[in-house]
Nanobody, 112 residues
């Protein structure tokens, strides 16, 4: 299975972006997550969603980001609102537990 993330870009603080991650195979059986890696920092978990649709968020994005999934389209989404400069990072999606090969991610840059 290959992962293709898209939707990143340059946005001003307070703006919004919607990220998409398309998997080349079925996503239905798995819990999925969005991660991010800022320059010079380790990759960190942003949000995850179970195959039943339950969601969890890191404290620093709660109330601002929303993760969702469309099993029919093999796609996981991340709606990001009220973006802050500290959200600047490369964003990746992957399974939450049995991770597969990481894709290239999508760069999100938030200007102040």
């Amino acid at each position: 299975v290959q992962l293709q993330a898209s939707g990143g870009g340059l946005v001003q603080a307070g703006g919004s972006l919607r990220l998409s991650c398309v998997a080349s195979g079925s996503i239905i059986r798995y819990q999925w997550a969005w991660y991010r890696q800022a320059p010079g920092k380790q990759r960190e978990l942003v949000a995850d969603i179970t195959n039943g649709g339950s969601t969890n968020y890191a404290d620093y994005v709660k109330g601002r980001f929303t993760i969702s999934r469309d099993n029919a389209k093999n796609t996981v989404y991340l709606q990001m609102n009220s973006l802050k400069p500290e959200d600047t990072a490369v964003y990746y999606c992957n399974r939450k537990w049995t991770q597969i090969t990481w894709g290239q991610g999508t760069l999100v840059t938030v200007s102040s």
